[in-house]
């Protein structure tokens, strides 16, 4: 009973922890100019709330390489990407994208450490990419509501 209640305590303290960071391209203070300078400053667990602008905000590659969420600011926009996704899968236990309208993205994942022996999960929600290639092992991926030109997956569980 005793491990149950420190166990309780820590995953709630987690929960707790968890912080809302938003990206915003006009540089207001408090915010991130860039979606790859958000994801450096995250937490495991945190949202990146990212700003709707006129121009899709531009990255030659995102590297994710920690559990977070990233979405819309506002819940009647999508996110304007131009650039690819590099997912480092060793790094990250679950990792959710919601709302991306990026039809020329490619989202690559690698896988470092082979010696990790636990299971990535990749939630995309209303996305819109052009390749989804998540050929490494211990990977399971959910789409719902979104679309991909090419789907390259070699190793886990797809639910769409």
């Known amino acids: ?5 420190i166990l309780l305590l820590l995953v709630s303290t987690m929960v707790v922890n968890a ?11 408090g915010t991130y100019n860039t979606i790859s300078a958000a994801v450096q ?4 667990g945190d949202k990146i709330l990212v700003s709707n602008q006129a121009f899709p905000y531009q990255e030659d590659t995102l590297f994710i390489n920690k559990g977070v969420t990233i979405l819309p600011y506002s819940d009647i926009t999508h996110i304007d990407f ?7 899968l060793d790094s990250v236990s679950e990792l959710t994208l919601i709302g991306f309208n990026s039809d020329d993205t490619d989202i690559i994942s690698v896988f470092n450490d082979t010696s990790r022996n636990s299971l990535s999960t990749i939630n995309i929600v209303d ?3 052009s390749d989804i290639n998540l050929d490494q092992p211990k990977t399971s991926l959910y789409l719902s509501y979104s679309t991909v030109d090419y789907l390259y997956f070699s190793h886990g569980n797809i639910i769409g």
């Open 82 to 88: 131009d650039g690819d996704i590099m997912i480092t």
């Open 19 to 29: 912080t809302d960071i938003v990206v915003n391209g006009s540089g207001l203070a």
């Open 1 to 5: 009973m005793k491990n149950l209640t």
């Open 41 to 44: 400053a995250a937490s495991e």
């Open 127 to 129: 996305c819109w990419f």
